[in-house]
């Protein structure tokens, strides 16, 4: 779904240098809410994460032994490496739920190809199916888990000099033009599994500062998502509900993160004492993550979460000798993939929360409400959270066995709802979510 934008990487990283020192964290070592996994690289001094999907697979690209820049798939605690097409650079940008990987490469002319593949499948040069792509810059931006497709290319303007750059949709193994939606380019970032695409586009070229507007292209309408009182906002990911984050400037110049959700558009701020924040990702929860500046630190990774922004470098075991200086992606479990430094080199990370399943109950109640379900349903729905947690209060006997009939009957509720007053779209993040708890309840009975 979510959109990877490698010049957005290079552009942080050129306003905020990332220093190599430990970030001081909370002294409640003990209850650190997510432990950290260090996912290596190919062989060489570096790697960078980007997508992860709802099973943990993670997605990026890493330095090889050789020196080159390889896409990798890690999964089942390995790193794997995804290759090349010929003599090419590779990176990884998004995986679907299924395993289907979205990234791009760089052939030995320098131009950039999309490019999509699976586990054990070579890679499948989408410029190959229309030749518009085969321009300077074909690149790859959003997946959804139909394996629909969008990003921009750069194709000749008609009866002018230059290129032009126009969105695209790849699906049903075709390339479909999205315009410039009135204006003079247009890219399209992300793609939900309904369909829904965000993007940017800027109308005129013809001024100094190029402004870009944001927009939502839902069931062939346009909506323009607003601003944040500045001249620039670009939308980078949605999720099923249509929440979209990004980030955009404001009136004074600075960046900042935003979330559009209930046609409003909102300002996330930054962390204490900052003045620019990047939104990447958004999960089913209405879970945010992304990178801002502190008055304490230069860039720092994010999460948003309950109307809070905290700085993820406190919410990791103390004295790990890693700094986060950015989250890419959040699964609905609330694993989070993003890029740090530790032991001064650069590498990906994997964040995996220790919940409980209160805190996992209560996730799920998140998720209910921005799911936009009928009201009848999620009120039902509902009812039974709510058993499920009263039921776990320590001064109940046998709660956890309560707490699992509660989410059985949960269960039960979304599927006999599902195809008719629930779509796929709702019902799948509902029953993922209650099987995740209903594993952790039953292995604390073992």
Known sequence: MRAHNTYTIS??????????LTVPQSAAAQAAPYTITDLGTLGGASSAASG??????????????????HAFLYIGGTMRDLGTLGDSETYAHR???????????????????????????????LSSLDHSLEGPVSAASGINNSGQVVSYRHIPKGGHSGLQ????????HKIIDLGTFGGADSFATAVNDSGQVVGYFSPTRDVAYTPYRAFLLS?????????LGGRVTVPVDINNSGQVVGHAQLPSGETH??????????????????????????????????????????????????????????????????VLYEARDINDAGQIVGNGMVNSQQRAFLLTPQLTPSKMISNLVNTVKVLNLPRRTANRLNARLRNA?????????????LALNMLDAFLNIVKAQWGKKLTDVQAKPLIAAANRIKMTLSSRDR
């Not at 552009?11 to 190599?20: E, G, K, M, R």
């Not at 992860?52 to 820049?69: C, D, F, L, M, P």
């Open 95 to 125: 995986i679907t739920d299924s395993g289907i990987v979205l990234g791009h490469l760089r052939n030995a002319i320098g131009r950039y190809r999309p490019f999509i593949t699976s586990i054990g499948s070579p890679l499948f040069d």
């Open 389 to 401: 947690l009263d039921a776990l209060d320590p001064t109940n006997k046998g709660g956890n066995a």
């Open 11 to 20: 552009l942080v990283l050129a306003i905020f240098a990332v220093p190599s």
């Open 165 to 172: 750059k126009r969105a695209f949709l790849y699906s049903d």
């Open 257 to 322: 993160a935003f979330l559009y959700s209930g046609g409003m558009m909102r300002d996330l701020g930054t962390l204490p004492g900052g003045i620019q924040s990047f939104a990447y990702g958004i999960n089913s929860c209405g879970q945010v993550v992304g990178a801002s500046n502190s008055a304490a630190a230069r860039l720092r990774a994010f999460l948003y979460s309950d109307g809070k922004m905290q700085d993820l470098n406190r919410l990791i075991p103390a004295h790990s000798g890693w």
């Open 52 to 69: 992860i999907n709802n099973s943990g697979e993670v997605v990026g690209y890493s330095e090889t032994a050789a020196g080159k820049t």
């Open 219 to 227: 069931g062939g309408t346009v909506i323009h998502l607003g601003n």
